[in-house]
């Protein structure tokens, strides 16, 4: 069965409109839906309707073109299957999003919405961990953006008409640089070792875990605390909010 349209990722070695519209003219009528930068890579996920190919004849056709790479194509049905969606979040952790939080239903949406040239959702990324392992997805309407105007609606509506039934060209491809900034946040350094009990050495690991709780202003777990003794020491790590710090008591004889 024909598929009705694909989502595809490519990269280059180089970012502009001849490689899109070298895509665009193989896979057929649609649009790009996000970019990213490394330092030797640009990497492009595309939204392509109606598809003609399978995805078979399309994969060898786009890497038959000089200068792409690292190509992926899901072919995506008419009803869309739950292993094309899992494909789609493949392609998505590639861009070092994490879509846990995305519903299969709000991810069709959100695909079938794009195929046919609408605005009417988007991806919205948690700014606060860019920079800091995957980033938390989720998609929502257009009208729940920050800054939603009406007039954005009506803008897609144009480019849609004035797209439909003719070929692409430079004029319809528009290419934005987004930069990213991390901030730095500073970090509050722990609190000074606790002074310990003179009978510490006799205490069991139970005891002191729940000593430490007592007396840190943390409010730590039992599962944040780890016992680990010497014969000359105990070892007591706390591992918190992704950090780890190791107090160290001497044994006195």
Request: hydrophobic residues 35%; aromatic residues 6%; proline residues 5%.
């Amino acid at each position: 069965m024909r598929p009705i349209g694909y989502i595809i990722s490519i990269s280059t070695s180089n970012s502009n409109t001849e490689n899109v519209l070298a895509v665009l003219k193989i896979a057929g009528q649609g649009q790009v839906l996000f970019g990213t930068t490394t330092e030797a890579l640009y990497t492009h996920i595309y939204a392509i309707s109606a598809g003609k190919k399978s995805k078979q004849e399309l994969s060898a056709q786009l890497q038959a073109v000089p200068g792409l790479s690292r190509i992926d194509v899901v072919a995506l049905s008419k009803s869309i299957k739950k292993t094309e969606l899992s494909a789609v979040r493949k392609i998505f952790a590639g861009f070092d999003w994490d879509s846990s939080s995305v519903s299969d239903d709000e991810l069709s949406l959100f695909i079938v919405s794009k195929l046919k040239g609408l605005y009417t959702y988007y991806i919205d990324l948690d700014h606060k961990r860019i920079g800091k392992g995957p980033v938390k997805i989720s998609i929502k309407r257009l009208e729940e953006h920050p800054q939603y105007s009406p007039d954005w609606l009506k803008e897609g509506d144009r480019k849609k008409k004035e797209r439909q039934n003719r070929k692409q060209t430079h004029d319809d491809i528009e290419i934005r640089t987004v930069l990213f900034e991390t901030e730095e946040v500073e970090v509050e350094p722990p609190p000074p070792p606790i002074q310990p009990p003179k009978n510490l050495h006799q205490m069991t690991d139970t005891q002191i875990i729940q000593w430490m709780r007592k007396n840190d202003s943390r409010n730590l777990k039992v599962e944040d605390l780890e016992v680990k003794r010497t014969p000359e020491e105990i070892l007591i790590t706390i591992m918190l909010d992704e950090q780890t710090e190791t107090f160290v008591y001497k044994l006195t004889k």
